[in-house]
């Protein structure tokens, strides 16, 4: 046959690093309009932002933006949102395997167990926290660009400038702002959506709904993706609005989650549902 045999060898830490921060880029590219359609629909409403464009749903508000900013504006914060994926994506996948190795040695576990799931959650929740904690500043000035209204001046004029003056302005806290509903929510993605897809994969197949194949697969990570998005919302709602804020709007994440409960009541919580869920579902 032609072309390199197999190897046993596995990938190097920095294999690992480079090729888990390329495709998570590479996605990003394909996904940044949905995530910047839901940065604009979790603030709509809220202070400066409340005046101004109005935006209905996920293609409503990508087409105004289209309409409004050009093709440009739904790319507006990539730069920092790819530095993002190197940050997060690199430790969180890349460090997955070792951290989970070194839980399965302390604490044991069998291959398929509840105990082999329970250690896949806790791996995935660490190397989530870790990477949280690492790649915030990119996360905070990525949301702030996107964040950025056709009405309103401009905050930064680039990403290295938008660094600077929020280190300048805010300090080091303001680059770290919003880590703890950041970590919050990423913890309760790896939760629930492993979890979730175990068990509605299980319940399909036993109700013999659909074999274990591709379609099984695909309506379980769909069912899971949808699940998964309802109970983390609110964070990742609170999250995004935290951490566009400027300084002293809210005292911290939770008096950022009781504004928005007086002024928007539950369904605040839920703002920019679906290109969440179109991100995460599939």
């Not at 004029?157 to 950041?182: D, M, Q, S």
Request: proline share 5%; net charge positive.
């Amino acid at each position: 046959m032609v072309g390199l045999p197999p190897t046993d060898i596995p990938p190097t830490l920095a294999i690992k690093f480079a090729s888990a921060g390329f495709a998570a880029c590479c996605a990003d590219i394909v996904t940044f309009p949905l995530d910047t359609s839901k940065v604009r629909l979790q603030i709509q409403g809220e202070g400066i932002s409340a005046s101004g464009v109005r935006y209905r749903g996920m293609f409503g508000t990508l087409s105004t933006i289209i309409r409004h900013e050009g093709v440009r504006g739904l790319y507006n914060g990539l730069n920092a949102g790819l530095q993002r994926q190197m940050c997060f994506a690199s430790v969180r996948i890349g460090l997955y395997d070792s951290v989970k190795a070194y839980y399965v040695k302390k604490l044991g576990a069998k291959q398929g167990s509840s105990g082999d799931v329970f250690l896949r959650i806790l791996a995935g929740c660490t190397t989530g926290a870790m990477a949280v904690s690492f790649a915030q500043p990119t996360d905070v000035v990525k949301v702030r660009f996107q964040a950025q209204l056709p009405h309103m001046p401009k905050r930064y004029t680039g990403t290295f400038n938008a660094y600077v003056t929020i280190f300048k302005k805010e300090g080091i806290r303001g680059l770290w702002k919003g880590t703890l509903p950041n970590i919050t929510r990423n913890a309760i993605v790896n939760a629930t959506e492993l979890v979730c897809y175990d068990i509605i994969k299980e319940k399909i197949i036993n109700y013999q709904l659909m074999s274990d194949n591709l379609p099984c697969h695909l309506t379980s990570a769909f069912a899971a993706g949808f699940i998964t998005t309802c109970v983390a919302s609110p964070v990742d709602v609170v999250k995004t609005r935290f951490m566009n804020s400027p300084p002293g709007q809210y005292t911290g994440a939770a008096n950022c989650a009781i504004e928005m409960f007086k002024d928007g009541g539950l369904k605040a919580f839920y703002k920019g549902f679906m290109p969440s869920y179109m991100r995460l579902g599939p």
